[in-house]
């Protein structure tokens, strides 16, 4: 079953996130083999993190309920709040297989939340330029709550425009980019 999770950061948070990066690494360590995309996001300046986006693959909504609950940022209070969907891994690949490679571009993270009809649930077009792609689901897959993309593109506007105009009551837009150990 696999699961997109987005931990926000609470404002005031980056010095307590610099402090537990070890911690947070070492926690990512243990699901090492279940990682399907992970990575920072970060604000305009491209530099203060914003949040921390993980889609795992698990066997159950408790496990993933644990994942991004125990994780050590959750549990000092540097996250202001979690979404914790179930996913669908429409491009049936990690990031890692992404073809564009680690790094060059400009990588963005794309939530479009519902209600609704179900939208943007086959992949677009523009495949080559996209890390990660599903819908976000309820916990028993029956109802479309929205979609998560991650992608590379030439600007947020751009990035957006991955999803479909006008079916989504909100669309967030944040700079993202590959997230784990430094090489």
């Given at each position: 079953?696999?699961?997109?999770?987005?931990?926000?950061?609470?404002?005031?948070?980056v010095d307590l996130r610099g402090e537990l990066?070890?911690?947070?690494?070492?926690?990512?360590?243990?699901?090492?083999?279940?990682?399907?995309?992970?990575?920072?996001?970060?604000?305009?300046?491209?530099?203060?993190?914003?949040?921390?986006?993980?889609?795992?693959?698990?066997?159950?909504?408790?496990?993933?309920?644990?994942?991004?609950?125990?994780?050590?940022?959750?549990?000092?209070?540097?996250?202001?709040?979690?979404?914790?969907?179930?996913?669908?891994?429409?491009?049936?690949?990690?990031?890692?297989?992404?073809p564009g490679g680690r790094t060059g571009g400009?990588?963005?993270?794309?939530?479009?939340?519902?209600?609704?009809?179900?939208?943007?649930?086959?992949?677009?077009?523009?495949?080559?330029?996209?890390?990660?792609?599903?819908?976000?689901?309820?916990?028993?897959?029956?109802?479309?709550?929205?979609?998560?993309?991650?992608?590379?593109?030439?600007?947020?506007?751009?990035?957006?425009?991955?999803?479909?105009?006008?079916?989504?009551?909100?669309?967030?837009?944040?700079?993202?980019?590959?997230?784990?150990?430094?090489?």
């Amino acid at each position: 079953m696999e699961f997109f999770c987005y931990h926000r950061d609470r404002p005031g948070s980056v010095d307590l996130r610099g402090e537990l990066i070890e911690e947070h690494w070492s926690y990512m360590d243990r699901y090492a083999a279940e990682m399907i995309a992970r990575g920072p996001t970060f604000a305009d300046d491209g530099e203060t993190p914003t949040g921390s986006v993980h889609i795992v693959d698990l066997p159950d909504t408790a496990a993933a309920r644990t994942f991004a609950f125990d994780e050590p940022n959750y549990q000092a209070g540097a996250y202001r709040d979690v979404l914790l969907r179930r996913w669908r891994n429409m491009l049936g690949r990690t990031m890692w297989d992404f073809p564009g490679g680690r790094t060059g571009g400009n990588r963005y993270l794309v939530i479009g939340l519902g209600p609704g009809k179900a939208a943007d649930i086959t992949v677009p077009p523009a495949r080559d330029e996209l890390i990660a792609h599903g819908p976000l689901l309820s916990d028993d897959e029956s109802i479309w709550v929205g979609t998560a993309v991650l992608l590379r593109a030439a600007d947020p506007d751009t990035a957006r425009g991955v999803l479909a105009a006008d079916t989504y009551a909100s669309v967030e837009v944040h700079d993202w980019q590959f997230g784990g150990r430094p090489s």
